[in-house]
T-cell receptor, first 113, second 111 residues
C-alpha cells in the first residue's frame, strides 16, 4: 500500500484480556518499529525488526508484550493480561532500512477498562 | 543515558511571526537527529534528518540546524496550517537503530 496501515484504529478491552494489534508496513521496507505514545508525550520505543527477526526488543516493558513478523512484512504486537496502564496509542513505523527517517501509521488507540 | 529535551512545551504565534523550537540532546555518539510533525490523531510525519554539526535542511517555511548539543527548528512567517506538535528524535551510534523521541513542542499559529 501507499502508507503504513494499522488495524484496528481503536480497541477497547477489559482488564486481563488478550489483544493483538496489526501493522502492515510499506511494501519493501525491511525495518519495522513499534512505539507507544501516551497523551502529551513523545513516542516510546518498544521493538525493532530488521526483516523477520527482532533486532532490538529492549523497549518491551515486560513479558506480557510480544511481537512477531513471521514473513518480514506484516507485524503483530500481542499483549497478554492487559492492564489499565497499557492504555495508549500504539504506533507502527517502517523504513527502507535502518537509520532512515520513519513512515508512521496512524496508530491503534488501546483503552483497557 | 540517551536523552532528548524539547523547549518550549508549547508556543503560540501570530501568523507571520517567525520563531525557533529547541531540541537539546545527550547521546553516546550521534548517528542521526530527526524532526517530525504530528497532527492530532495521526502518526508523526517525517520532516528532516541531520547527521553532523553544522548541517542544515530546509523545507518550505521550516529550516532545521544542528550543533553538537542541540538542534533548532526555525519557522519563518508561519501560517495557521503549521499548527502541530513538532517532535525531535535521535539515534545513537551505539544504541542499535532505535530512535529516542522528545516530548515535543506544541505549536499554535493564529490567523
Amino acid at each position: 500500500g501507499a502508507g503504513v496501515s494499522q488495524t484496528p484504529s481503536n480497541k477497547v478491552t477489559e482488564k486481563g484480556k488478550y489483544v493483538e494489534l496489526r501493522c502492515d508496513p510499506i511494501s519493501g521496507h525491511t525495518a519495522l518499529y513499534w512505539y507507544r505514545q501516551s497523551l502529551g508525550q513523545g513516542p516510546e520505543f518498544l521493538i525493532y525488526f530488521q526483516g523477520t527477526g527482532a533486532a532490538d526488543d529492549s523497549g518491551l516493558p515486560n513479558d506480557r508484550f510480544f511481537a512477531v513478523r513471521p514473513e518480514g512484512s506484516v507485524s503483530t504486537l500481542k499483549i497478554q493480561r492487559t492492564e489499565r496502564g497499557d492504555s495508549a496509542v500504539y504506533l507502527c513505523a517502517s523504513s527502507p532500512d535502518s537509520g532512515y527517517g520513519y513512515t508512521f501509521g496512524s496508530g491503534t488507540r488501546l483503552t483497557v477498562v | 543515558e540517551d536523552q532528548v529535551t524539547q523547549s518550549p512545551e508549547a508556543l503560540r504565534l501570530q501568523e507571520g511571526e517567525s520563531s525557533s523550537l529547541n531540541c537539546s540532546y545527550t547521546v553516546s555518539g550521534l548517528r542521526g537527529l530527526f524532526w517530525y510533525r504530528q497532527d492530532p490523531g495521526k502518526g508523526p510525519e517525517f520532516l528532516f534528518t541531520l547527521y553532523s554539526a553544522g548541517e542544515e535542511k530546509e523545507k518550505e517555511r521550516l529550516k532545521a540546524t544542528l550543533t553538537k548539543k542541540e538542534s533548532f527548528l526555525h519557522i519563518t512567517a508561519p501560517k495557521p496550517e503549521d499548527s502541530a506538535t513538532y517532535l525531535c528524535a535521535v539515534q545513537a551510534s551505539t544504541g542499535g537503530f532505535k530512535t529516542i523521541f522528545g516530548a515535543g513542542t506544541r505549536l499554535f499559529v493564529k490567523a
